[in-house]
Nanobody
Framework: QVQLVESGGGLVQAGASLRLSCVASGRTFSTYTMGWFRQPPEKEREFVATISWNGGLYYSDSVKGRFTISRDNAKNTVSLQMNSLKPEDTAVYYC?????????????????WGQGTQVTVSS
C-alpha cells in the first residue's frame, strides 16, 4: 500500500506562483509513474502533468509552459511548480501514483491517490 500526502495549496492572486509537493510512502517510489490531477468546482477530475520513472514528462495543454513537474527519488517526493496562475487553475489538486509504467495521462491509470490540496486563484 502506498500513501500519498500533498501540501502547498493555498489562496493566491492571478499571476502568482505556488509549489505543490507530494510525499509517498514505500521503498519503490523510484519505479512509480507519478502525476498531478485537478478537479475544478462541479467538474470532473482532469489530467495536469505526469512524470515517469525514467523522467519522461507530459503536460496538459492548459498548463504547458506554466507548470513544471519534477521528482526527487531520494526523498520520495514529486512536486508541481505552478507559475503565472490563472483563476481557471482553481481546483483541488491530487497527487497520483501508477505502478504499470504507463504515463498517467488518464486518472483511470492511477493506482494510488492523495487526499488533495485546494488551490484558489483570485482575479
Amino acid at each position: 500500500q502506498v500513501q500519498l500526502v500533498e501540501s502547498g495549496g493555498g489562496l493566491v492572486q492571478a499571476g502568482a506562483s505556488l509549489r505543490l509537493s507530494c510525499v509517498a510512502s514505500g521503498r519503490t517510489f523510484s519505479t512509480y509513474t507519478m502525476g498531478w490531477f485537478r478537479q475544478p468546482p462541479e467538474k470532473e477530475r482532469e489530467f495536469v502533468a505526469t512524470i515517469s520513472w525514467n523522467g519522461g514528462l507530459y503536460y496538459s495543454d492548459s498548463v504547458k509552459g506554466r507548470f513544471t513537474i519534477s521528482r526527487d527519488n531520494a526523498k520520495n517526493t514529486v512536486s508541481l511548480q505552478m507559475n503565472s496562475l490563472k483563476p481557471e487553475d482553481t481546483a483541488v489538486y491530487y497527487c497520483a501514483a501508477g505502478t504499470s509504467g504507463l504515463q498517467l495521462r488518464n486518472h483511470r491509470l492511477a493506482d494510488y491517490w492523495g487526499q488533495g490540496t485546494q488551490v484558489t486563484v483570485s482575479s
